[in-house]
């Protein structure tokens, strides 16, 4: 079945840490690719998304995230971690334009 | 545009009790999503429909029905609930640039 790994399920950083959070599926053939945030008590938003092209995509808020075909990943990245980055982070494909499956989702705490 | 729109916000049923979950949308998408979020488990695919008068099985729709009574709306019905259906329910819509969610239901049955 297509499924859709995140490897760390809570990550605590420090403020001006750099980010990284690792996202795996399981299907070989054309997906897209997402990343959402969710915040404390709110819903999911947008952060960034890969159809196609450039494998290096950059989001919102400074984030970024590389498709690596070969490796069936699409990590996502931020230099320098701030306070207010603390939520939960959900990567997700969808593998025939009718369907998205999530991952478990990663929390990300950040100390000031 | 208001977007997704879902209600209730908030629903405590007991078990057995039965409620339909309510979601609109006003971007004219075709397809419409109905997900459940759980605690360590992101957020699973109950049912969707491609277009207006189509709907197919997700990842989890034991328990649940749906109904696409038009292009705006989608609704999530729960004709007996029990308590493992406690979770949060996001309903969503989608058209070539992606997925758009409502703010989301949270639902407790005791």
New interface residues.
């Given amino acids: 079945a297509q499924s859709?790994s995140?490897h760390n399920?809570h990550v605590i950083l420090s403020e001006a840490a750099s980010l990284e959070l690792g996202c795996n599926y399981s299907y070989g053939g054309t997906v897209?690719l997402?990343w959402y945030v969710q915040y404390p008590g709110q819903?999911?938003q947008?952060l960034l998304?890969y159809f196609s092209g450039d494998p290096l995509v950059k989001g919102i808020k400074g984030f970024e995230a590389e498709f690596i075909k070969s490796k069936f990943s699409f990590n996502l990245r931020k230099p320098s971690v701030q306070w207010s980055d603390t939520a939960e982070y959900?990567c997700?494909v969808?593998y025939n334009n009718?369907?998205?499956?999530?991952?478990?989702?990663t929390r990300l705490t950040v100390k000031p | 545009n208001a977007g997704v729109t879902q209600t209730p916000k908030f629903q405590v049923l007991k078990t057995g009790q039965s409620m339909t979950l309510q979601c609109a949308q006003d971007m004219n998408h075709n397809s419409m999503y109905w997900y459940r979020q759980d605690p360590g488990m992101g957020l699973r695919l109950i049912y969707y429909s491609a277009s207006e008068g189509t709907t197919d099985k997700g990842e989890v729709p034991n328990g649940y029905n749906v109904s696409r009574l038009n292009k705006r709306e989608f609704s999530l019905r729960l004709e007996s609930a029990a308590p493992s259906q406690t979770s949060v329910y996001f309903c969503a819509s989608r058209n070539d640039r992606g997925w758009y969610f409502g703010p989301g239901t949270r639902l407790t049955v005791t």
């Fill in positions: 859709v995140q399920h897209n997402f819903h999911l947008l998304k959900f997700a969808s009718n369907d998205m499956r999530f991952g478990a989702g």
